[in-house]
């Protein structure tokens, strides 16, 4: 009888006693990282320049022109492919007269001398490799064509290339 | 003897019920969202499925249900304190009872996720992200802290 008691009173205590479950709730974090390069910069560096232009008579710059073509000169990340595109005038403008200018040729080279310079044809775009130095170099020329009665003057136009990674 | 067996049944109807402890929870970051190089102005996209480069979590607790949430960066921070946005996207989290990275079930990180722990006690939970540079993104090193919470349901 005294072991029942005693073996009740145990089975009591437990019972009583015993604890309820808290919630758990528990965290960690990690960490995101990124490493950005260096932005494209893009200069226009020389004007594409077809100097005196006489009525009738076609006259081409060559993108092979160092002294004549136009240049852009681009910088960023080191060894990244770019992609060139650009945005070609029809005519050049002069107070209201405009004169046709086409056949658009361009070089792209990793020198400003142009030492190893791959042609290319800019209605096309190209997708050339910036240098170790994160350098490229991009020529343009093109061919004027003033009719026999072309207005003298000054003509103009504007070439736009966009680079992009 | 019949004494004491009323106290013993009195005391199971009206004593308090005896519940297990259970296993405690842990929740451990195991591996970071990893970018790498990423070039201005050119979106980068980690999948959660990523071995190499996705988030992950390890998770090890009672065999229950839990409730994940994340808080997550809105933006990443560089030099000079530059931001590059952050965006997570609604499949961009998973939860794996195998803690396989093969193996999961997609969530979105940005609303809270109630998954099963299995009988052994451990799951896995991975992210991805996209990273969103600039065109004219300072160039640097970019940081941001993902936390994940855990809670163990009722």
Redo the contacts between chains.
């Keep these: 009888m005294r072991s029942i008691t005693k073996l009740s009173l145990v089975v009591a205590a437990l019972v009583l006693t015993g604890t309820a479950l808290q919630a758990q709730t528990n965290n960690a974090s990690i960490t995101a990282t990124a490493s950005v390069q260096t932005p494209i910069n893009v200069v226009g560096a020389q004007q594409l320049s077809f100097g005196n232009v006489f009525p009738g008579v076609n006259k081409t710059v060559n993108a092979t022109d160092l002294a004549n073509g136009g240049r852009f000169d681009v910088s960023g990340q080191a060894s990244t492919p770019v992609t060139l595109s650009f945005t070609l005038p029809a005519t050049l403008s002069s107070a209201g007269n405009t004169m046709p200018i086409v056949s658009y040729t361009g070089v792209h080279a990793l020198l400003a001398t142009q030492v190893g310079g791959v042609a290319f044809s800019p209605a096309a775009g190209a997708t050339p490799t910036l240098s170790g130095a994160g350098a490229l170099f991009v020529w343009v020329g093109a061919q004027v064509q003033p009719a026999t009665n072309q207005a003298a003057g000054v003509y103009t136009g504007s070439i736009v290339m966009t680079v992009v990674y | ?1 019949k004494r ?2 009323w ?2 049944l ?3 109807l009206v ?8 296993k ?19 979106p ?1 996209v980690i999948l959660r499925t990523d071995p190499a480069n996705s ?3 390890d998770i090890k ?2 065999k229950a249900s839990v409730l994940l949430s994340f808080v997550l ?1 809105l933006t ?1 921070t ?1 030099p000079a304190g530059a931001q ?1 946005p ?1 965006m997570f996207g609604a499949s961009d989290a998973g939860y794996s009872q195998t803690q396989a990275i093969g193996s999961q079930v997609g969530f979105d990180p940005k609303q809270p996720f109630t998954a099963a722990v299995p009988n052994n006690g451990r799951a896995s939970v991975f ?1 991805g ?1 996209t ?1 969103n ?1 600039a ?18 349901l ?1």
């Design positions: 003897m004491e067996s106290i013993v009195s005391a199971m004593g308090v019920p005896l519940l297990a402890q259970g405690p929870l842990t929740v451990t970051g195991i591996r970071g969202v990893t970018f790498g190089a990423v070039l201005p102005g050119v980068r988030g992950q979590f607790g009672p960066p990443m560089g590059m952050l992210v992200a990273a540079p065109t004219n993104q300072r160039a640097g090193a970019y940081t941001a802290t993902i936390v994940l919470n855990v809670t163990v009722p």
